[in-house]
Nanobody, 127 residues
Framework: QVQLVESGGGLVQAGGSLRLSCAAS????????MGWFRQATGKEREFVSAISWNPSRTDYRYYADSVKGRFTISRDNAKNTVYLQMNSLKPEDTAVYYC?????????????????WGQGTQVTVSS
């Protein structure tokens, strides 16, 4: 069982930055793929980014086209934490951001791949 707790959301002006953190409990964190999704009001939950787990210690990162070049995902297995650094934020990035954990093999872009979810953290970008 993995429990996830997000933090770091808030209100920021367009062009600003935020760093989201997702602290995980549970022995399986280091062998789980970790993802970030977001859901804006009235819209479906969408993929933002994911990072793989690989026994050779090569992490593979995946990004939605809408955030590529602006967001960076990373993980610290020693701290059981995954991060999402968000730069050059835009008003359209406003959403509740969710952290998720799932198997190391599968479709990282699909919400259905992930077995465990955090409660979400609100990110609001003002214009």
């Amino acid at each position: 069982q993995v429990q996830l707790v997000e933090s770091g959301g808030g209100l920021v002006q367009a062009g600003g930055s935020l760093r989201l953190s997702c602290a995980a409990s549970g022995r399986t964190f280091s062998s789980s793929a970790m993802g970030w999704f977001r859901q804006a009001t009235g819209k479906e939950r969408e993929f933002v980014s994911a990072i793989s787990w690989n026994p050779s210690r090569t992490d593979y990162r995946y990004y939605a086209d809408s955030v590529k070049g602006r967001f960076t995902i990373s993980r610290d297995n020693a701290k059981n934490t995954v991060y999402l650094q968000m730069n050059s934020l835009k008003p359209e990035d406003t959403a509740v951001y969710y952290c998720a954990a799932g198997p190391s093999i599968g479709d990282y872009y699909s919400a259905a791949h992930y077995e465990h979810w955090g409660q979400g953290t609100q990110v609001t970008v003002s214009s």
